[in-house]
């Protein structure tokens, strides 16, 4: 009987440090734990969330090792593999073939920018020799990216390749993936990494996604998806534009993921500090931006609002003492002039 297909929010976990720098065992645990009790319909060890180059493969191994002791299989897992060459990347999927794992995530070859060919090459002696499901990452900010017929070479050539998450946040690109995929490989599955277009990603075809704010909100996303297949468009809507303003605040004001270790940690969780080094400034900055994620998650009844209160969110729109009001055009406007003015002394 064939394994049924990667559908839901799979969550990239944050893993968290001790004081000394060391993988939190106990607190990772809990987190699972809370994970799978909000909703999380999979998890997703050793992701871009989850800083898996920041750790040595056997930290890797551990982390995967221990999500999967403690999940026992009330989710499935999409473990992250992804090491710097195919014979690295091939152990690590025996090793998750080991654990029982629903299947792995492999990046395209990072660092060295590939061409479609070598990509193509590269996935293909993965998909030949892999003892698991392999799922393809698309992720072409860090990584060679996967273009539409090599997946569709991939999907057609490699029963062991069942999926694609794609982190582009192009809606184009992944409407002509499933174009091209579904009418040879219904089964295959294709995960959105890109918070930002869940809802519509969901809408034209997707089977769920692979959302670091799940790792914040697992509440949200989930209720996010749930609305989403059942035609309830509007609700939906209101929560994808919700979800948009905590993203880009964890994503766009801090070194990521920071921002959602800052917003993971207002959830109960003491992240530790991590193993990038930052400066006095960024340490500064993210003690504001902790203020601001604590004001969007207790919106949501998520945490309580900081002592100095929190801005409600409407005041843009509001009348000034002059009547003009702050419309958020003017907003683009200034956003516009500055930007245009930092390009001009070439700060950008």
């Not at 654990?99 to 590269?122: D, E, Q, T």
């Not at 694609?164 to 490989?185: C, F, L, Q, T, Y």
């Not at 930052?278 to 969007?296: E, P, V």
Request: contains cysteine.
């Amino acid at each position: 009987m064939p394994a049924s297909r990667l559908q839901g929010i799979f969550t990239p976990n944050l893993v968290p440090y001790s004081t000394n720098g060391d993988i939190n065992e106990g607190e990772l645990r809990r987190y699972v734990d809370w994970l799978i009790e909000r909703g999380v319909h999979g998890l997703y060890p050793n992701g871009s969330t989850g800083e898996f180059t920041r750790f040595t493969p056997e930290e890797r191994r551990r982390i995967g090792a221990i999500v999967a002791d403690q999940v026992r299989g009330r989710v499935p897992i999409l473990a992250g593999a992804a090491e710097a060459n195919v014979r690295e990347t091939l152990a690590a999927c025996e090793y998750y073939a080991g654990l029982g794992v629903r299947a792995v995530a492999i990046v395209a070859p990072f660092y060295y920018k590939l061409s479609p060919g070598s990509v193509y090459a590269y996935f293909r002696e993965i998909g030949r020799n892999t003892p698991i499901d392999v799922t393809l990452y698309n992720i072409p900010l860090f990584a060679s990216p996967i273009d539409v017929p090599t997946v569709q070479r991939l999907s057609e050539e490699c029963e062991r390749i069942i999926a694609i998450k794609d982190s582009s946040g192009d809606i184009p690109h992944m409407i002509r993936m499933i174009k091209a995929v579904r009418p040879n490989r219904p089964e295959f599955s294709f995960l959105t990494g890109w918070d930002a277009a869940l809802m519509p990603m969901l809408l034209v075809g997707c089977d769920g996604g692979t959302n670091a704010s799940s790792g914040v909100v697992p509440e949200l996303t989930r209720k996010l998806y749930e609305l989403t297949l059942a035609g309830q468009l509007d609700a939906a809507r209101d929560l994808q534009y919700d979800l948009v303003t905590l993203f880009d605040t964890m994503l766009y004001q801090a070194e990521f993921p920071d921002g959602f270790r800052a917003a993971v940690t207002l959830r109960g969780f003491p992240m530790g500090q991590g193993r990038q080094p930052l400066s006095d400034k960024q340490i500064d900055d993210l003690s504001t931006l902790r203020n601001t994620l604590q004001c969007l998650l207790a919106a949501h009844g998520f945490a309580d609002q900081p002592v100095q209160g929190c801005v409600p969110p409407d005041v843009w729109s509001r009348p000034t003492a002059g009547g003009a009001g702050i419309q958020p055009a003017d907003v683009s406007r200034i956003v516009q002039s500055v930007v245009a003015e930092m390009k001009s002394r070439g700060m950008l």
